[in-house]
């Protein structure tokens, strides 16, 4: 038996160890989460790094368990990728966005396009492609609206498998930013072939700018930023928290920020009295 919350107890398979065991519990829960309503969307506003405009979005999901509190999406992602749900979340999550999108148009704001983030398993699902059609159609979002972030492992999977879905996503006035750059295996003749418009260098890079011996750090953060303007794409860093980093990156000509530094993930309230307060202004 094992200790489970304060009072209860529960059998398990003795040769299940306690993360998996876990781990399935979670999955039975968050198979529910949805339904239940414990699943939200906070967004977090990225700005432009000469003038400091908000010029997107980036749909973070959140999830607080009715009992455990607030479970972090670096946790319960894997999760959903391995029991079969993240389709189902995905599209939870991509038709959220276009409803906040549309919301904030019907309500007279000028909406920001809203970045979401694609598992590999939801990108390569058969039924991927006609879902985000719906979804587009059912809200009438223009081009411009939505923007997907996908990890290089993802793109370079199936290339050119790839490839075809990115552009039929571009086709639809989807704009492709690739995350967490740097931290996979892409190469610059890969990057060519992707319809991508944006890239995201990683926070692990960008934890490191500015301080004294992290010189590696800072080549690639500026390799990045050079292949970037050489294939013409925007650059944005995400995770910038301090001064340091903030003018690092100026310096060497990142388009845009994202991070602590400028705002948290809020929620969908707090996000649309920022675009209100910027019509004002
Ligand atoms: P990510 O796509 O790299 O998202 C950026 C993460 O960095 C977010 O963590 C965000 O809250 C955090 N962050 C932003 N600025 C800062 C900063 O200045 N400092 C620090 N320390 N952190 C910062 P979060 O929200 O916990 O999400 C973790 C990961 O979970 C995401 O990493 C993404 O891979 C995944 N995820 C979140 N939402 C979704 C979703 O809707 N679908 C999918 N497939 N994955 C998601
Ligand atoms: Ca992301
Ligand atoms: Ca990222
Ligand atoms: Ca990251």
């Known amino acids: 038996a094992k200790a489970h919350g304060r009072n209860t107890w529960r059998l398990y398979a003795p040769e299940m160890n306690a993360s998996a065991y876990d781990d399935m519990l979670l999955a039975v829960d968050l198979r529910q989460a949805i339904d239940v309503g414990e ?14 405009q908000p010029v997107g979005m980036e749909a973070l999901l959140r999830w607080t368990h009715r009992t455990r509190g607030p479970v972090s999406p670096a946790r319960f992602i894997p999760i959903a990728e391995s029991s079969g749900m993240i389709a189902e979340i995905g599209n939870w999550v991509l038709r959220e966005a276009a409803r906040i999108w549309s919301r904030w148009r019907s309500e007279g704001l000028v909406p920001l396009p809203i970045a979401v983030n694609l598992s590999a398993v939801q990108f390569q699902a058969p039924d991927f492609l006609h879902e985000v059609g719906r979804v587009l159609s059912e809200f009438d979002l223009p ?12 793109l370079m999977a199936n290339t050119d498998a790839a490839v075809e879905t ?30 991508v ?18 010189e590696g750090a800072e080549a690639i953060a500026s390799a990045v930023i050079a292949m970037a303007k050489s294939l013409q794409l925007r650059v944005i860093a995400e995770g910038v928290e301090t001064a340091e980093q903030r003018d690092f990156l100026k310096d060497h000509g ?28």
């Not at 699943?39 to 400091?52: C, D, I, K, N, R």
């Open 197 to 214: 418009s944006k890239l995201k260098i990683d926070r692990s890079f960008v934890l490191d700018l500015g301080k004294h011996g992290n």
């Open 39 to 52: 699943l939200e969307l906070h967004l977090q506003p990225q700005f432009t790094l000469a003038q400091g």
């Open 254 to 281: 990142c388009d845009e920020v994202q991070g602590y530094l400028y705002a948290r993930p809020m929620s969908v309230e707090a996000a649309t009295a920022l675009l209100a307060q910027r019509a004002r202004s």
């Open 166 to 195: 990115l552009h039929q996503l571009v086709g639809k006035g989807i704009q492709i930013a690739i995350d967490d750059f740097g931290t996979g295996y892409s190469s610059l003749s890969y990057l060519r072939r992707f319809p």
């Open 143 to 154: 081009a411009g609206a939505l923007e997907m972030e996908l990890t290089e492992g993802t």
